[in-house]
Structure formats: C-alpha cells, structure tokens
C-alpha cells in the first residue's frame, strides 16, 4: 500500500492485519517544512531538517509489523533526505506528479538517477503519470518499478498499454 498520510505509524498496523505486505509512508511527515534543502524550483516551500529518529522508528514499527518498507518523497522534496534511510527499506518511491495528480515530471530523473548510481539493487519505483511515452526516461534512469494509472483506465485496451509499457521498458 501507499500511505500519502500526514500520521503514517498510526495506519502501520490496521495496514498489516488487513493484510498488506508492504507498507509505502512519505518522508514528509517527518520534515519541516521552510528549513533547509530547497524545493525543486524558486518557488517551492524549502524541505529539510528530517527527524529521524521518528521516522526510523516508523520503519521499525513496519517491520515489527511484518511487512516490507517503502519510503516515498514527493516532487519539492529533495532526494538527498531518503539516503540515510536508504539500507533501512526496501524500496525508494520518487513521486513523478503533485499530489497524485498532473502530468509526468521528468525533472525527477535525475533523483532517480543518483540513487541508482548509488544503489545498483535498491527497488526504485516512480509513480505519477507513467505512460508508454514516457517509461523510457524511467527505464533509463534507473527505475524498476512503475506505477501507472491514468494511462490504464482511461485506455480502451489496458492490456495492450501495459504489453508497450514492458515492451519500452525492457528496449
Ligand atoms: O494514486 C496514486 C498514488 O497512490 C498514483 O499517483 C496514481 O495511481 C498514478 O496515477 P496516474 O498515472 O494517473 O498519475
């Protein structure tokens, strides 16, 4: 599952007896927001000064509860804050639109990048307006996990998007 919520521990295990295995929270929650580290343009709230002491002990608290952890950062976060958390989870999602809505950013390549460069096994997902059109940029910068709505339901035949989806991505 992916928890873009404000409290991720409190969902941590209603999640786990529902019966999820794994468990996505953002590193949001645990910045402060107009600190230190900038956003992605001049005009983006500064996001930094992460607690991470709490937001180790939520990761902790996933797997205490049994499932595998994803730490997910949104576009004005910048991609430095995950690495510390980096050999504590399983997989770094970069989120690729605003809220779970607009069009795909490929200026979030680049974090995708430094942590492949980083990180040759880590899952790296991106989510947030993946389509055939662009999966290339994800696939090349080092993504191997691919969340992709819009491109699906809205098509007549998702299969066939999800047949080009892996055909890119595999070329
Ligand atoms: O809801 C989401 C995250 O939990 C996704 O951002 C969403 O499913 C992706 O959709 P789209 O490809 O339309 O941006």
Not at 27 to 32: G, H, R, V, Y
Not at 52 to 68: D, F, K, L, P, V
Request: aromatic fraction near 6%.
């Amino acid at each position: 599952v992916h928890m873009m919520v404000s409290k991720p521990r409190q969902w941590v295990q209603p999640m786990a007896s529902a019966g999820a295995n794994q468990y996505t929270f953002h590193l949001e929650p645990f910045c402060q927001i107009g600190s230190t580290g900038g956003g992605s343009d001049s005009s983006s709230p500064a996001i930094g000064n992460v607690d991470t002491e709490a937001c180790s002990e939520c990761i902790r608290h996933i797997r205490e509860n049994g499932m595998r952890v994803g730490l997910g950062i949104s576009p004005d976060t910048p991609v430095h804050l995950v690495f510390p958390f980096v050999e504590s989870v399983d997989q770094i999602l970069v989120m690729t639109v605003h809220q779970a809505s607009g069009s795909f950013m490929s200026d979030m390549m680049p974090k995708v990048k430094s942590l492949r460069d980083r990180y040759a096994t880590l899952d790296i997902e991106v989510d947030g307006g993946v389509t055939p059109d662009n999966v290339a940029q994800c696939a090349s910068a080092g993504a191997n996990v691919l969340v992709s709505g819009t491109a699906l339901i809205k098509s007549p035949d998702p299969a066939a998007v999800v047949a080009r989806l892996k055909s890119v991505y595999k070329s």
